[in-house]
């Protein structure tokens, strides 16, 4: 297929290559898709055709000026957009929000403070705020819990916690079963060796740490699933803001060990929630 190709390459070989019509066909694609679910709705009468109509002119993306809500999200990833509160004033994040809850998505928002929280939450009611994880989210619908899997989240200490909340609350508005396990650092490893059963009962670890990071490699040396790494900025001076324990996940030995970028749960929850689909799907 000719046309415009963007591609990439490490010692000769190319990894990614796309065409400029295959990115206008896979487009088109999303398109009917979600044009037929609108139909759908006119045709069963739970849509009326000025909501419909309403509903075509925000595909694929809603221009917002300050930002382009991306609406085909779901269709191509099975989750929608998820907004990141930080540096966003409380206009834009209800701007963003408001025109996600118009398409019925499923809104998650990280790193947002209790102060926009509250004022979110008096304008959108049934919104939840998890103040430990510093997220909120408004789900359109009851969220079903996947049938098969659970994600386990392991935290190295308390101060850890958010972080590991973060991951947990993504993994949980995802559709995933979710437990935890919190204070079970290198420290005081006898405290990690008394929960057998979740060595045998999990698919995907997320194991988080600041320190020296040591935790996701001794968990990771116990089990034979996929161990996601979080570093965090907890720790003394030569800890570097998480940069020591990063350098100490990356360099483990233990080959079922992948790393996140420091204190992100939510993308440690988000990567956990895309591997235990795949038994679900």
């Known amino acids: 297929m000719g046309g415009i190709s963007v591609f990439r390459?490490?010692?000769?070989?190319?990894?990614?290559?796309l065409t400029l019509e295959r990115f206008?066909?896979?487009?088109?694609?999303?398109?009917?898709?979600?044009?037929?679910?609108?139909?759908?709705?006119v045709s069963l009468g739970s849509l009326t055709t000025d909501q419909a109509l309403e509903q075509l002119k925000r595909l694929p993306f809603e221009d917002l000026s300050y930002a382009c809500v991306d609406h085909h999200r779901s269709l191509r990833k099975g989750f929608p957009e998820v907004i990141f509160g930080e540096g966003k004033s409380l206009e834009q994040i209800l701007g963003?929000?408001?025109?996600m809850v118009d398409q019925k998505d499923t809104v998650m928002i990280t790193r947002l403070s209790a102060e926009k929280a509250e004022a979110i939450v008096?304008?959108?009611?049934?919104?939840?705020?998890?103040s430990g994880a510093r997220m909120l989210v408004l789900a359109s619908k009851p969220i079903e819990t996947a049938a098969k899997g659970l994600i386990m989240v392991i935290a190295a200490g308390t101060s850890d916690l958010p972080v590991a909340e973060e991951a947990?609350?993504?993994a949980k508005t995802m559709g995933h079963r979710v437990e935890s396990l919190y204070d079970v650092g290198v420290s005081g490893i006898h405290r990690l060796m008394q929960h057998e059963k979740f060595w045998t009962e999990a698919s995907v670890f997320i194991v988080v740490a600041g320190m020296e990071g040591a935790l996701p490699s001794v968990v990771a040396g116990l089990v034979d699933k996929p161990?996601?790494?979080?570093?965090?900025?907890?720790?003394?001076?030569?800890?570097?803001?998480g940069v020591t324990a990063l350098l100490g996940m990356l360099n483990s030995c233990a080959s079922n060990v992948s790393v996140v970028n420091i204190d992100n749960g939510f993308g440690a929850g988000y990567v956990a929630a895309t591997i235990n689909a795949l038994a679900n799907t």
């Open 122 to 130: 008096a304008r959108h009611p049934k919104a939840t705020y998890h």
């Open 96 to 99: 963003v929000m408001e025109a």
């Open 227 to 241: 161990v996601i790494a979080v570093p965090t900025s907890i720790g003394y001076g030569a800890s570097f803001g």
């Open 24 to 41: 206008t066909y896979f487009r088109t694609i999303m398109d009917a898709k979600a044009i037929k679910k609108v139909l759908e709705s």
């Open 168 to 170: 947990l609350v993504t």
């Open 9 to 17: 390459s490490f010692g000769g070989y190319s990894y990614e290559r």
